[in-house]
């Protein structure tokens, strides 16, 4: 059975930065994608990074570019997303999510496309 738990959420000043982990464990196989989403209140779910585990592929939003950075270590099941520089805008709830492959690009930041969720960290960001 496909899981996704979320970890490293918490309370830090704008510049300062935040490691997420997520354990994605029970996937069939190798190859799926791990996307992280952020909702604020009030707000759409949105797309900020995500990496094939397969082939390593990754995309951005265009405002975490040079920011963030969405990493994976297969023999751990884990996918991280270190966040620097951040700013109060950065402040939701951040969840990851699986999907088996293919996606294409454009699919990669829907949350339609993803079947798998965690339940979520939640990053504050004080100016």
């Known amino acids: 059975e496909e899981q996704l738990v979320e970890s490293g959420g918490g309370l830090v000043q704008s510049g300062g930065s935040l490691r997420l982990s997520c354990e994605a464990s029970?996937?069939?196989?190798?190859?799926?994608?791990v996307g992280w989403f952020r909702q604020a209140p009030g707000k759409e779910r949105e797309g900020v990074a995500s990496i094939d585990h397969g082939d390593g592929s990754t995309i951005y939003r265009d405002s975490v570019k040079g920011r963030f950075t969405i990493s994976k270590d297969t023999a751990k099941e884990m996918v991280y997303l270190q966040m620097n520089n951040l700013r109060p805008e950065d402040t939701a709830r951040y969840y990851c999510?699986?999907?088996?492959?293919?996606?294409?690009?454009?699919?990669?930041?829907?949350?339609?496309?993803?079947?798998?969720w965690g339940q979520g960290t939640p990053v504050t960001v004080s100016s």
């Open positions: 029970g996937f069939a196989f190798d190859d799926y994608i």
């Open positions: 999510a699986g999907a088996y492959s293919p996606l294409t690009l454009s699919a990669r930041f829907k949350t339609l496309a993803y079947g798998y």
